[in-house]
């Protein structure tokens, strides 16, 4: 099995190196990772700007851009070949709910999908990387799973999966789960430069709203991991017929004011 392995911490991540380790002796294993921090990027590309590629003493490839950007490139080009997996992590803390959306780490991961690969994302539900190496012994014992299954095929899917900071033989059976939801992020942070500018830092994200039964949150606050299937497509399929029916009374009203 050949995976592209990326985060959003940046290659010189503890997160990235212990997974890279966990994985180096069940696959072939390529990092193409940011040279930077990039959390929260999301899933944004670099167009306006030119991107490097540099190569590290490990052998880790890094770019001057977001986690997207390195599996975009890796994935046009670079890597010269077609992985059969992408994976990205291990996060620095928790990507649960509404955080998914912003997440730099299921950005990557979502890169891969987006081009018809399967796709996993990984995060400690804790920062500060305590009891690494026991989540990534369980990322790649995951990874084995999902080969010997068979289900690292041509058909792509995207996974998003977080691992509570426990010892390998307290993590609990994973669940599947949908996502929770938090609260809107806290009150933004303002400063005065020594300029005399006013400076803003985005707020902590908000404390939980659902993390009822089936969701994520509550998963992982039982020791569980948590694995939530996720999708790209945004419609909001189940109000379509309420659109419609808007779209409609709309062109309507506008006849009237033209008549």
């Known amino acids: 099995m050949k995976i592209l392995l990326c985060n959003d911490d ?23 990772a940011p040279e930077h921090n990039n959390s929260a990027k999301s899933n944004a ?7 490097y590629v540099h190569q590290a003493a490990n052998g880790f490839r890094y770019v001057n851009g977001t986690p997207a ?6 994935l046009t080009g670079l890597l010269g070949y077609r992985p059969d997996l992408v994976v990205s992590g291990i996060n620095n803390g928790a990507n649960m709910g509404d955080d998914t959306i912003y997440s730099g780490t299921v950005g990557a991961a979502m890169e891969g999908y987006l081009f018809g690969i399967p796709a996993m ?3 400690q539900i804790e920062k500060g990387w305590g009891e690494l190496e026991s989540a990534a ?4 014992q ?22 509570p900071n426990l010892p390998f033989a307290q993590i609990k059976p994973v669940k599947l789960c ?8 806290e009150k933004v942070i303002t400063q005065i430069s020594p ?15 659902d993390d009822a039964e089936g969701t994520d949150f509550h998963a992982t606050a039982a020791g569980h991991v948590s694995i939530t299937p996720l999708k790209v497509d945004l419609t909001d399929h189940q109000n379509l017929v309420y659109w419609s029916q808007t779209a409609t009374a709309l062109r309507n009203a506008d006849a009237e004011v033209s008549g």
């Open 142 to 163: 995951l990874i084995r799973q999902f080969d010997r299954a068979n289900l690292v095929t041509d058909k792509p899917w995207l996974l998003n999966i977080n691992i």
């Open 137 to 140: 012994q369980k990322a790649a």
């Open 178 to 185: 949908r996502l929770g939801r938090r609260h809107a992020a």
């Open 10 to 32: 940046g290659y010189q991540a503890p997160g990235i190196v212990a997974l890279h380790d966990a994985l180096k002796a069940v696959a072939d294993v390529e990092v193409v």
């Open 121 to 123: 994302a990984f995060s």
């Open 195 to 209: 300029r005399g500018e006013t400076m803003y830092w985005i707020g902590n994200a908000g404390s939980v709203l």
């Open 69 to 74: 950007d390195c599996v975009h490139i890796a």
């Open 45 to 51: 590309l670099t167009l306006n700007a030119p991107l």
